[in-house]
């Protein structure tokens, strides 16, 4: 598999767009996950 990287504005989305970045994570489902099966 080959991976490339992805374009400039992609890079560091969280930082350059904090707002949008955590209204899709609260709503992806993606904390809850790891929760559940990320148990230390």
């Known amino acids: 598999m080959v991976f490339f990287p992805a374009e ?15 209204e899709e994570r609260s709503t992806s489902g ?3 996950f790891a929760a559940q099966y990320w148990k230390k």
């Not at 400039?8 to 955590?22: D, G, M, R, S, V």
């Open 8 to 22: 400039e504005y992609h890079q560091n989305y969280h930082i350059k767009n904090p707002k949008a970045y955590k």
């Open 30 to 32: 993606r904390d809850v």
